[in-house]
């Protein structure tokens, strides 16, 4: 059994909007990707749980149901390669918690996944793709959202015309920082109403292509919504016994650890304080936070951020990578390996 069809593949495009990332990983000939499916591949065939039930959402054409799915699957990969023993779909009560892992000493760990809804709009989306498209050699495009589009617009078009536009510059006598070449932006309208300002900047030895945008709809990954995820699975194994590990993932462009770690240790009073200040989550021992998810790209962020008022606290940190603790009102850091040097991945 295995997740990817065995087919003849020869397209060399990038990922777009209009198409699911398991399509674009199927189809591709791109050497990166091809290292992905077998990354996945690989990771399935070790896999110890419902492998028919997991291979239905690896195959989805629904980018949250297969992000979803490979984050189960990679991270019960890297608990394997850690010898911490995954057993996938392990009972605890009346539920299936995503893996049990196993933490030396007789001790183990519970671990229940939580994929964030990936966003982002379609509309907006494929105009991006058009504008990244249009590919100068040093010239690169910082795109400004003003609206949300309403509805489609002429792509081919208006890649006609930036073309044009952007065929008349001076390259070299541009600025490196893109808001210095404002006086150059190229204006998409939908009628009377500005939607999209696209910038050019230089950048000597690029592509082309976009190289920046500012206020992407639905495709910033914050704090309130972090921490709404967290709830979601907070009370789910309440009396595990054993240490329980909410881990967390934002497909997201936009995802950084600050909105993570406002989103855990905000101060504060009611519902505004930060989930593992509230003194019911102590039942949460740690969040692994992953962000930037998407095979289709993989440059992912891992990092586990472990509950100071923890029932069943962490001895260590099993996974590797790195860890925060929260210590007399300040964070504290350790140094762990990225995700890709985990799992053994090229840059």
């Avoid at 990225?338 to 991945?345: C, D, E, H, N, V």
């Amino acid at each position: 059994m295995k997740v990817f069809d065995e087919i003849e593949r020869t397209s060399l495009e990038g990922p777009s909007s209009d198409r699911s990332e398991f399509a674009f990983l199927n189809a591709t000939a791109i050497p990166e990707a091809a290292q992905m499916r077998a990354l996945i591949e690989s990771a399935f065939v070790s896999y110890g749980g419902d492998k028919p039930a997991l291979r239905q959402r690896l195959r989805s054409l629904d980018n949250t149901a297969h992000l979803g799915a490979v984050f189960e699957l990679l991270l019960h990969e890297l608990a394997r390669r850690r010898g911490l023993g995954p057993q996938a779909d392990a009972p605890l009560g009346a539920g299936l918690p995503d893996q049990r892992i196993e933490l030396g000493d007789n001790a183990h760990a519970f671990v229940e996944c939580r994929m964030l809804k990936p966003g982002n709009l379609k509309l907006y989306d494929i105009l991006c793709d058009a504008i990244d498209a249009v590919q100068i050699p040093s010239l690169l495009y910082y795109v400004r959202l003003r609206k949300t589009p309403g509805r489609s617009l002429p792509v081919k078009l208006l890649q006609r015309d930036l073309r044009q536009q952007m065929m008349t510059l001076d390259i070299a006598a541009l600025s490196t920082k893109a808001l210095e070449n404002k006086h150059h932006a190229f204006a998409i309208k939908d009628g009377d109403d500005l939607v999209l300002q696209v910038i050019p900047y230089r950048k000597p030895g690029s592509k082309g292509g976009v190289g920046m945008m500012d206020g992407a709809p639905n495709d910033f990954a914050t704090s309130e919504e972090l921490r709404r995820g967290l709830e979601r699975k907070n009370r789910k194994y309440a009396d595990a016994g054993a240490p329980y590990i909410i881990a967390i993932c934002s497909a997201k462009s936009y995802a950084h650890d600050e909105e993570v770690e406002e989103a855990l240790f905000r101060e504060g009073s009611g519902e505004q304080r930060g989930f593992f200040i509230r003194s019911p989550r102590a039942n949460v021992s740690a969040v692994l936070a992953c962000q930037r998810w998407k095979p289709s790209s993989f440059a992912p962020s891992l990092k586990l951020y472990l509950n100071p008022s923890a029932t069943h606290p962490l001895s260590s940190n099993p996974f590797g990578c790195e860890a925060v603790e929260y210590t007399n009102g300040a964070l504290v850091r350790t140094a762990g390996q990225s995700f890709q040097a985990l799992m053994r991945l090229p840059l």
